[in-house]
């Protein structure tokens, strides 16, 4: 399973764009890379998962060089309600007799007025 | 749909006594997980579940047991209980076809003293 490093903290302000870089150096070929989001006292919650290139949805974007062993997650106009944890995951999907998901420590994003 | 939802949501046990953690999710996922975390810490996973009947280990099974009788329940039993289980638990489930899109119940704060 592909280990991730990321940054454990991050401080920006309300209205910034916010990059979390997350490093991936031995991820493998089946393996694609999801972000998620953690509030204090609750569960993760998905925000995106990618491949290769550029991903976008509602809430964020996912870039990933063609290396694949980095990608970033961009917040735009960050408000004081994402202030949370973000988790890079590296992983193939889960078959039986495979294991899951691994979480690492994540990155602490705090968001200042 | 209420999603995924754990029962209890706090506990206190004292060393040696045993508990079930109940969650029940009513998304019709076949694949169901069981989470810790630890303070500080990131989530690593204890059990999980491909369908009705078929329980697998993962990064921490010692000292639980899982069971997964029908597809939407998918209760964690924990037996002689020790200082060493106080965290949050957390119960997740996703489909076959979102294989990284897992959805996380609210937790079960467990303490052992």
């Known amino acids: 399973l592909a280990k991730t490093t990321q940054p454990i903290s991050m401080d920006s302000y309300e209205g910034q764009e916010v990059n979390i870089t997350c490093s991936h150096n031995n991820i493998a070929t089946n393996d694609y890379i999801t972000w998620y989001q953690q509030f204090p006292s609750q569960g993760p919650r998905f925000i995106i998962q990618?491949?290769?290139t550029k991903v976008t949805n509602e809430v964020a974007s996912l870039f990933i060089p063609a290396d694949r062993k980095s990608s970033t997650l961009s917040l735009p106009r960050v408000s004081l309600s994402d202030t949370a944890v973000y988790y890079c995951?590296?992983?193939?999907?889960?078959?039986?007799?495979?294991?899951?998901?691994?979480f690492g420590s994540g990155t602490r994003l705090q968001v200042q007025p | 749909n209420a999603g995924v939802t754990q029962t209890p949501k706090f506990r206190i046990l004292k060393i040696g006594q045993s508990m079930t953690l109940q969650c029940t999710q009513d998304m019709n996922h076949n694949y169901m997980y069981w989470y810790r975390q630890d303070p500080g810490m990131g989530l690593k996973l204890i059990y999980y579940?491909?369908?009705?009947?078929?329980?697998d280990k993962g990064e921490v099974p010692n000292g639980y047991n899982v069971s997964r009788s029908t597809t939407e329940d998918f209760p964690l039993r924990l037996e002689l209980a020790a200082p060493s289980q106080t965290s949050v638990y957390f119960c997740a489930s996703n489909s076959g076809q979102a294989p990284y899109e897992q959805y996380f119940g609210p937790g079960t704060r467990l303490t052992v003293t």
């Open positions: 995951l590296v992983g193939a999907p889960l078959r039986t007799g495979r294991r899951a998901l691994t």
């Open positions: 990618g491949y290769k």
């Open positions: 579940s491909v369908g009705a009947g078929i329980t």
